[in-house]
């Protein structure tokens, strides 16, 4: 369940500082505290994979309810976002992608593109993203498949199909 006023970390590479100025303005405006702004403001070009490992990190620490993340076209982010274990970062380009990400998969990371949409599509989003609620029931089963899967588990209980035996040994 999100808090109706959340703790947020929120990071971006360069393309992102923008927004991500914006973005704590709205969300403070809002009341929603920012602990964690990781936006790097001397206009020099910066890597991604290590401010998308801090915010992932302090929202899997419990530091952060949730987690933003502004970078260039979002790829990458989510990828990085995504190694660290009880993250589910989903990339935020399209309403859909944003009720499927929060409804379906409770991500706690949401991963905006730049280059992909605009400022007020991505304002638009955010509001959108933290206003849906995760609807549990088969998705809270595969929320625990996809834990299990992270914990190295093998097999993952409950599940109603089955992997093609084919598939089986290169998932090992």
Not at 121 to 132: E, G, I, P, Q
């Amino acid at each position: 369940m999100m808090p109706d006023l959340a703790r947020i970390a929120i990071a971006g590479d360069h393309h992102g500082v923008r927004l991500i100025d914006r973005i704590v303005g709205v969300l403070s405006a809002r009341g929603h505290h920012v602990v964690l702004d990781l936006a790097p403001r001397g206009g020099t070009t910066v890597d991604y994979p290590p401010l998308c490992a801090a915010v992932a990190r302090a929202v899997a620490r419990g530091d952060a309810d949730l987690g933003i993340i502004v970078g260039g076209s979002g790829q990458g982010e989510v990828i990085a976002c995504n190694k660290v274990r009880a993250i589910r970062a989903g990339l935020a380009y399209s309403e859909f992608s944003v009720d499927i990400s929060r409804g379906n998969n409770d991500a706690n990371v949401m991963v905006i593109g730049t280059k992909v949409v605009d400022d007020e599509t991505a304002l638009t989003l955010l509001d959108r993203w933290l206003a849906t609620p995760f609807k549990g029931g088969v998705h809270a089963e595969r929320i625990a498949q996809i834990a299990r899967i992270e914990s190295g588990l093998s097999g993952a209980k409950g599940t109603r199909a089955r992997v093609p035996s084919t598939l089986r040994a290169s998932a090992r």
